[in-house]
């Protein structure tokens, strides 16, 4: 099973950025979905981007689309998520998971990643 590690985390004022990191220890398939999610407190986790490690396309739910972008390093195994004009709103503990599929990721749930980061925290004061 692949093991994930998030890094990146941190305090930030109200418009500020950040650049979280989640690398694999192996990527076990070239056709890697590559989920981030996000859980604040009180509320559910949700998924809110996701990239196909294949060719490199992209999801944002409408909350981050314009304000955070994805990319990868697959010499790396490594997934980026830039994250510009932060708001109070998305302070959450944000997770990265990854699980293999050859169809992409736009059907996958949260139960279908099968490998989890530990989570790094992002803090957006106002």
């Known amino acids: 099973q692949v093991q994930l590690t998030e890094s990146g985390g941190g305090s930030v004022q109200a418009g500020g950025s950040l650049n979280l990191s989640c690398t694999a220890s192996?990527?076990?398939?070239?056709?890697?979905?590559v989920g981030w999610f996000r859980q604040a407190p009180g509320k559910e986790r949700e998924e809110f981007a996701h990239?196909?490690?294949?060719?490199?396309?992209?999801f944002y739910v409408a909350s981050v689309k314009g304000r955070f972008a994805l990319s990868q390093d697959n010499a790396k195994n490594t997934v980026y998520l830039q994250m510009n004009s932060l708001e109070p709103d998305d302070t959450a503990m944000y997770y990265c998971?990854?699980?293999?599929?050859?169809?992409?990721?736009?059907?996958?749930?949260?139960?279908?990643?099968?490998?989890w980061g530990q989570g790094t925290q992002v803090t957006v004061s106002s």
């Open positions: 990239i196909w490690t294949h060719d490199g396309s992209t």
């Open positions: 998971a990854a699980v293999p599929n050859f169809r992409g990721c736009g059907r996958l749930t949260t139960e279908d990643y099968k490998s």
């Open positions: 192996v990527w076990t398939h070239q056709r890697m979905c």
